[in-house]
């Protein structure tokens, strides 16, 4: 048996994986550490938590008496668990710093001494890169990140590859683009439009809207990860896009289409602070190991606006019943012009 050890697993992404895995991997064994963050919900692990091949733990990655033992017989991590929303680190940075800067140093300290572990995949993001005006970022480029969110994705990413370039553990580095699919929470774009767009709500533009970002199926991001875990090679850096570069205006009129909503639900407010205005990956160097995305954007997007459709037994407790979130969205939203 592999021993596969997810952080963030009860995230968006993170959920998705152990899906993947347990699905891909009769042989693994996965044991999710999350600590069920406002934005982690056992919920999202419902189909695998009977699973034998799956253990859950609820526990924060900055715990080292928790962390210890979990490396110390761990084959693979997978580390997502993060503070992930740009909008609430310019609200408020100290969480990020704490969780996704000190929270991966600690796994890390414990990577040094783990003795079966194969690799540890940090997981990275394009927004390291910052806003890129024309053209597409490449493994090797300078790190810019432009706002406190993607600055603790930057530190972490470089202090991952400090503790292989030190001390040797075995670390991988990934830097996706933007995800969708199904199970992201819905303070992100896709789901929050979607679900407003269902309720006939107001979609809250950033902007002039013409900002872009080249959006990742979740399942075509958890394939690349895969392939990471068998051979990417540590100490190295690898992009994972999505090849769809899609400008905000148009994925909300195409939100709107698919659900047959008017346009008339557009609404422009101010824009996001520092808001990065373009993400593009150069994917070639994990293209040239086999891998491709392989869902079309058109056909994603109308599944995942379907499942959101479907599944508003996910959703609807957080938007309609969770006064943390209600509270989020009218601080948030409310008076935004
Ligand atoms: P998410 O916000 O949906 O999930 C994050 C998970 O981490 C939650 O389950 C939360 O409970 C858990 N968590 C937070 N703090 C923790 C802690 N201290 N200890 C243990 N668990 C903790 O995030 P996501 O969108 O699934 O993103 C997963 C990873 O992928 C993150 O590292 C993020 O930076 C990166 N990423 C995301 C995207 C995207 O588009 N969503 C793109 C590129 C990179
Ligand atoms: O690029 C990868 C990153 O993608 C990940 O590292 C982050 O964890 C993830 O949250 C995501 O960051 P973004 O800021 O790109 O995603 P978000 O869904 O918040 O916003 C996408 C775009 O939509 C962005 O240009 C801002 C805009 N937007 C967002 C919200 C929430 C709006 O116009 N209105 C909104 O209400």
């Known amino acids: 048996m592999t021993e596969v050890l997810v952080t963030g697993g009860a995230g968006f992404i993170g959920s998705n ?11 693994w064994h996965v044991t999710t550490l999350d600590k069920l963050t406002y934005a982690g919900r056992s ?3 419902k189909d695998v938590l009977d699973d034998p091949r799956h253990t859950f733990i609820r526990g924060d990655v900055g715990d080292a008496a928790l962390v210890g033992p979990l490396l110390a017989r761990a084959n693979v991590v997978v580390h997502f668990a993060a503070e992930t929303h740009v ?3 310019i609200s408020g940075a100290l969480q990020f710093v704490r969780t996704d800067v000190l929270g991966t ?3 890390l300290e414990a990577a040094r001494s783990a003795p079966g572990l194969h690799r540890f995949i940090q997981i990275s993001t394009d927004e390291v890169y910052g806003s890129v005006a024309t053209g597409a970022s490449r493994e090797t480029d300078e790190l810019k990140p432009r706002n ?13 590859y400090s503790y292989w370039a030190t001390y040797d553990v075995p670390v991988v580095i990934a830097r996706p ?13 896709i789901p929050l439009f979607v679900t407003n767009a269902i309720d006939g709500l107001p979609l809250p533009l950033y902007g002039d809207g013409q900002n872009v970002r080249d959006w990742l199926h979740v399942e075509d991001h958890c394939r690349a990860l895969d392939l990471l875990i068998g051979r990417g090679v540590p100490g190295e850096v690898y992009n994972i896009g999505g090849g769809n570069e899609v400008r905000n205006v148009d994925l909300t009129r195409r939100i709107l289409e698919l659900l047959d909503r ?25 293209h040239a190991m086999g891998w491709r995305p392989q869902m079309p954007f058109d056909q994603g997007l109308a599944s995942t606006v379907a499942w959101y459709r ?4 996910w959703w609807r407790p957080i938007k309609d019943a969770d006064p943390a979130f209600r509270a989020y969205y009218d601080a948030h939203y409310q008076n935004r012009g």
């Open 43 to 45: 919920e999202n692990l």
């Open 177 to 189: 683009s933007n995800n969708y699919g199904p199970y992201q929470y819905p303070e992100k774009v």
């Open 310 to 313: 479907e599944n508003e037994w």
């Open 262 to 286: 008017p346009a008339s639900l557009i609404k422009p407010v101010a824009d996001r602070l520092g808001h990065d205005r373009r993400y593009c990956l150069d994917s070639s160097k994990l």
């Open 105 to 107: 140093a600690v796994l």
């Open 87 to 89: 909008d609430r680190s």
């Open 17 to 27: 994986f152990v899906r993947h895995a347990l699905a891909a991997h009769p042989d």
């Open 148 to 160: 406190p969110y993607s600055a603790s994705k930057a530190a972490a990413d470089r202090l991952a």
